[in-house]
């Protein structure tokens, strides 16, 4: 009973690890998030576009992305893949994972709405660290990606958005007018805050504990 007590005490000091639902990265949903516009997404136009997103300082664990998808034409037989990527100097870098892809007959012509693109297995990204969603096409496919004016979303601000033709920063650049639109993209996953090094101190005391325990009732 002792060693219970001793056991239970122990546990209660060691700091908690907090595990949450959260979301990082949103230019979807805010109330002024509204469509102003969309880019075509294969390489004879636009494309391939990208958003980029960064973590905070707890390791993130990537399990959904979504974005406001439209195509002009439906009836194409073109199709999207949505891939995560590392940064390389403010831009799209190495390939990471394919999240997923739709075909344009899946989408609604002229009218963007969210594509969710759950993943089978979260991705375990890094704290403090850049990355970017990329949206590429075939070369058949009219499929959009559309973009916001709206720049107060999480995370929003301080990134940026990319086209085959430049990288811009969500918040604007004086000198390019009306090209540095964010695209629409929700990021959604689970931070996990590690447990702090001095709660490791516990563990060879209850290591201790549970041999003092096995002693006793040895003993016994």
């Known amino acids: 009973m002792r060693f219970r007590k001793e056991l239970i005490f122990g546990l209660a000091l060691l700091p908690a690890v907090n595990v949450s639902a959260d979301e990082i990265y949103d230019s979807l949903t805010g109330p002024a998030s509204v469509t102003a516009g969309y880019n075509l997404i294969n390489n004879a136009n636009f494309g391939p576009l990208a958003d980029s997103f960064s973590t905070g300082s707890a390791d993130f664990l990537l399990n959904d992305v979504q974005l ?7 009836t194409s037989a073109g199709a999207i893949t949505i891939s995560l990527y ?10 990471i994972a394919n999240l997923g892809s739709v075909n344009d007959s899946a989408l609604s012509a002229y009218t963007p709405a969210t594509v969710d693109f759950p993943l089978a297995s979260s991705i375990d990204l890094s704290a403090n660290t850049r990355y970017w969603i990329e ?18 979303g999480l995370g929003v601000a301080s990134e940026y958005n990319a086209n085959s033709f430049q990288v811009y920063a969500n918040s604007g650049d004086p000198n390019v ?15 996990t805050v590690p447990l702090p090094a001095a709660g490791w101190l516990f563990a060879p005391a209850l290591s201790l504990l549970g041999l003092s325990a096995r ?3 040895t003993r016994t």
């Not at 406001?68 to 439906?74: K, Q, R, V």
């Not at 590429?136 to 709206?150: I, L, V």
């Open 68 to 74: 406001a998808l439209t195509a002009s034409d439906p």
């Open 86 to 95: 590392t940064d390389a100097g403010t831009s799209p870098g190495s390939l």
């Open 135 to 152: 949206a590429s096409a075939t070369d058949s496919s009219s499929a959009g990606w559309s973009y916001t004016t709206d720049v107060s």
């Open 177 to 191: 007018a009306l090209i540095n639109d964010p695209y629409q993209l929700q990021v959604n996953g689970v931070s």
């Open 215 to 217: 002693a006793k009732t």
